[in-house]
């Protein structure tokens, strides 16, 4: 808002000066005592009144989708978009055995705007599959010295149906991996589940990331388009469940049901399972008591941090193992140190005219 009440008093000063300026120049031809007495103030308002609409037409030029594609390439192109990793542990012995890498956009005039919305904008805006590319080098960057150490730490990224789809990009992974000395075992694609697969069988595309040594996981399992079926035929390494069903495992029998389904699934199919957004010592016992191999993610064990923590998160890894009758020690990153932008967000900016969210 700010800036668009400068665009609009710059409009008028700029109306008013070739306003002005066009009267002058008249002026110069005829003899000034012929000229009316609004022969200024006329010309003058009519420039001011093209400003505004001027300044209003490049206003809805910025707020759309061409100025929404403009500012997501800038924040990309200086950096603005940065990244945060919350630690994922293994529910039996409480050591973190992974990140997930975040995306964050702290827009200067916006504020922080919701992971949803930016990828949104850059879904519809054709930004999508370089916004993915962006995520995956910043990642590799700054967990290079971590995910060349030995060890099985390793690094989640979430990706979309149309990065898979994309021929070139699983050349691009090979080649990056490559270039930052890491090995393609140590990194987890997570398909996200916010856009179905347009082709009709995906288990070539998944195939190829598979033989390259990338592990494959299914993300917010039992939200979108993925059903039992599609892990049955997409030989996908794992699934992540979404957070919804931990949340009300403790209100809702059929969601007890359905996560002991999945458990029992899992195990039949020899895929291991990710846990979402476990947040008390007593969600973390459930899911240990009948899932002691399952992966744990979610502010009990650590809220998303900036890279420069996580020697500390690492240094911290070795907490004690928990048990379905022990308490589970909270893990790493505290509120104190967490990024201020995974916290809750009271305003989330509405989609700019033209962009869907």
């Not at 039992?228 to 069903?245: A, F, I, Q």
Request: net charge neutral.
């Amino acid at each position: 808002m700010p800036y668009f009440l400068l665009l609009i008093l710059a409009g008028i000063v700029l109306g008013v000066a070739v306003g002005a300026f066009s009267t002058a120049a008249d002026a110069r031809d005829l003899d000034a005592t012929a000229q009316p007495a609004g022969g200024v103030l006329v010309p003058a308002l009519a420039g001011a009144f093209g400003g505004v609409l001027l300044s209003l037409l490049l206003y809805r030029w910025y707020s759309g989708a061409p100025g929404v594609r403009h500012r997501i390439k800038r924040a990309m192109r200086r950096g603005h978009i940065h990244m945060v990793y919350q630690p994922l542990a293994n529910m039996s012995s409480g050591h973190t055995v992974g990140v997930e890498a975040l995306a964050r956009w702290p827009h200067e005039t916006l504020g922080a705007i919701a992971p949803e919305t930016f990828f949104a904008w850059a879904e519809a805006t054709g930004l999508g599959r370089q916004l993915t590319r962006y995520v995956v080098r910043a990642a590799l960057a700054d967990l290079r010295i971590a995910l060349r150490e030995p060890g099985d730490f390793y690094c989640s990224i979430n990706v979309t149906p149309r990065d898979i789809e994309d021929i070139s990009f699983a050349r691009f992974m090979l080649e990056t991996t490559r270039e930052f000395g890491i090995s393609p075992e140590r990194i987890v694609l997570e398909i996200t589940e916010s856009l179905a697969f347009v082709v009709d069988d995906p288990r070539t595309l998944i195939a190829q990331y598979l033989q390259a040594g990338f592990r494959v996981v299914i993300d917010d399992f039992g939200t979108g388009y993925a059903n039992l079926s599609n892990l049955l035929t997409w030989g996908v390494s794992g699934l992540k469940l979404d957070r919804t069903l931990i949340r009300w495992v403790s209100a809702n029998d059929w969601a007890a049901t359905v996560l002991e389904s999945v458990f029992e699934m899992t195990r039949r199919m020899n895929i291991y399972v990710i846990v979402e957004g476990i947040e008390s010592p007593e969600q973390a016992r459930y899911v240990l008591a009948r899932a002691p191999a399952a992966t744990g993610q979610g502010w009990l064990y650590g809220r998303p941090c900036r890279a420069e923590l996580l020697p500390v998160l690492v240094s911290r890894a070795a907490s004690p193992p928990a048990s379905a009758s022990a308490p589970v020690t909270p893990g790493f990153c505290p509120a104190a140190l967490a990024d201020e932008s995974s916290r809750a967000i009271s305003r989330r900016p509405a989609p700019p005219a033209g962009v869907r969210a």
